[in-house]
């Protein structure tokens, strides 16, 4: 069974960093493209980054020059790091992974940025 296990939400003050975590159980997990998503309460989920299988990275553009995003293939992981927090960065933050028609998504993971 394909799992996607995010980890590293949490609460962080204006200006502060998190490390966001994504396990996945894919037996191929080379050949996904991997995304970050993002959801705001009473919002649309929306893209925040993504890394290819190539590992070309793109990225929202509220959130270019203070988020990165990662790979590594042999753990089955990604990463990605948000620097200089703001509150409008607070929202429940999904893994994706996608290849052809195989999409998977994780649970979600919060993350809440205030005083």
């Known amino acids: 069974q394909v799992q996607l296990v995010e980890s590293g939400g949490g609460l962080v003050q204006p200006g502060g960093s998190l490390r966001l975590s994504c396990a996945a159980s894919l037996p191929l997990f080379s050949i996904y493209n991997m995304k970050w998503y993002r959801q705001a309460p009473g919002k649309q989920r929306e893209l925040v980054a993504g890394?290819?299988?190539?590992?070309?990275?793109n990225y929202a553009d509220s959130v270019k020059g203070r988020f990165t995003i990662s790979r590594d293939n042999t753990k089955k992981m990604t990463y990605l790091q948000m620097n200089s927090l703001k509150s409008e960065d607070m929202a429940v933050y999904y893994c994706n992974a996608i290849s052809g028609s195989s999409s998977y998504w994780g649970q979600g993971t919060q993350v809440t940025v205030s005083p």
């Open positions: 890394i290819t299988r190539s590992g070309t990275t």
